[in-house]
Each structure stands twice: as structure tokens, then as C-alpha cells.
């Protein structure tokens, strides 16, 4: 799941390009769109993401092929934990957005074989990114070394305008919307010719948020998925857990986890 991997401020930049253009537009269109930031509530999302084929988490399909032919052919194997093995092919994002501080957090869990080759010493594997943006500092911390890198941030980097309505054309090939709710929160569900649906959070328009989807499932301060389910084609299922919205934030959970046990 290499994709899922990449660090945020650069993986986003398409979609981020998107939502700015949109803002811009609304700015130039209206003589300069108010400021909604100051009426931003706290936002806390988490949810985990797999790619799936039929279904089927490949990653965690693989590995038990593989530990039942290491096992069925004698080799020197460690098996994962049965809610290691849960974890597998597995990313979990979580946000915690309002007006002062904007924090994504990602975590990845993937198998990895300690043994040489003809073993099968199996580990999981645990990576991770927290990106940190206030009105003055941009920090991004990897979770498995603790490596980190402080920038400073631009004069806008919390500004929040409303979201503009794109036209038809600009829908990326997407049919809709449906209104729905998912984990207790609107979200517009949006389907593609393939089977794939979308359903995107469409409560946060006042503040940037767009209620249209995008050829991207990975959260951001502009875009959430709070449900997709592919169609005939592989592709990313996002599931939701937490979506909570004018609820105070616990600060100490904003920190990023430092030790690789707190991983997990």
C-alpha cells in the first residue's frame, strides 16, 4: 500500500490544487469570499483505508497463502498475531481540524520478514506520518523514527473560504449526488460507471469543505470520504469510525507518538 504511504503535503497537492482553484474562483467571482474561520468548530475524523479486489484485502490474503505454504512445507516460521494479521494492508487516518491547529495523521501496517531467505519470520510492520500546521509552523513528523522537519507556515495556511459548485464536466466521471449519512454525519454519494461509490462529507461547506468527489480517497483540510466502496474494478475502501463535529478536542491526543510500540 505504498500509495497511502506518501507523505501528506505532496500526496494531497492535486486535490489541494483543486479546492484552491475553487476558492480562488469564489474570491474573484464575488470580490474576495468572507474568512469562515473564525466559525470553525473542532473536526475529528478516523477511519482506516484497505485496497480490495472483489472484497478481498490482498495484502492479508497473500500473507496467509504464504504462512500456510512456509507451515505445509516445513520452514522456520513466526506467524503474525491474529489481530496483527487484522491489521494488514491496512491505513488508518485521523484529523483533528478547527481554527487554530490542523493535524492529519496517518498509520500504515504492512508484514515484513525478519528471516533470511527460505524462512518466514514474519513481523508487522508499522509507518507512519503527522503533518501539524498552525498559524505560524508547519511540522511533519515520521512516526516509526521520529525524524521531524519545522517549516514556517504562510500567513493563510488556516484561511477558510466556502466551497464553490463545480461544473458537471469537472465531476471526474461521477453520476449523483444522493444525499445520505454516514457515521451520524450528511455526506453526498456520488457513483462512477464502474460500480464505485463515493460518498463524501457535505457538512463543512462553509468551511472549505467540498460535498464533491474527487479521483481521491485520502482526507484532507478540503475533502472527506466518509464511505467508498469500489465497483468491478481494484481499488480503496474507506470506512469511517469517528466523525465528530463541535466537539472539544483531547490536546494530548494531537501529539504525535514518538515510541514504535504507541504505533498501533
Known sequence: MSRAATPFRHALLPAA??????????????????????????IHVRQTVELTRNGVNEARENYLGAIRDCQAGGLQSRPLRDEDVALLGTTRYELWLDRDTEVVRQTTWEVANDG????????????????????SRYQQVDLATGEQTDDAAPDDALARMPA?????VALSGFSGPTQR???????????????LRQCVWSGGTKWGFTPEPLNEYRPNRGFIVLEQ????????????????????????????????????
Not at 164 to 168: A, F, G, H, L, Q
Not at 181 to 195: H, L
Open 17 to 42: 490544487l483543486v479546492l484552491l482553484c475553487g476558492c480562488s474562483a469564489t474570491a474573484e467571482g464575488t470580490g474576495g469570499a468572507e474568512d469562515t474561520r473564525d466559525s470553525m468548530p473542532p
Open 116 to 135: 533470511p531467505g527460505g524462512t518466514c519470520m514474519f513481523r508487522l510492520q508499522t509507518t507512519g506520518n503527522q503533518e501539524t500546521t498552525t498559524s
Open 164 to 168: 464553490e459548485k463545480s461544473d458537471t
Open 181 to 195: 449519512s454516514v457515521a451520524g454525519q450528511p455526506c453526498n454519494e456520488w457513483v462512477k460507471p464502474s460500480g
Open 229 to 264: 466502496t469500489p465497483g468491478h474494478d481494484p481499488d480503496y475502501t474507506v470506512t469511517t469510525q469517528v466523525i465528530s463535529v463541535g466537539k472539544p478536542f483531547d490536546r494530548a491526543a494531537l501529539e504525535a507518538p514518538r515510541a514504535r510500540g504507541k504505533l498501533n
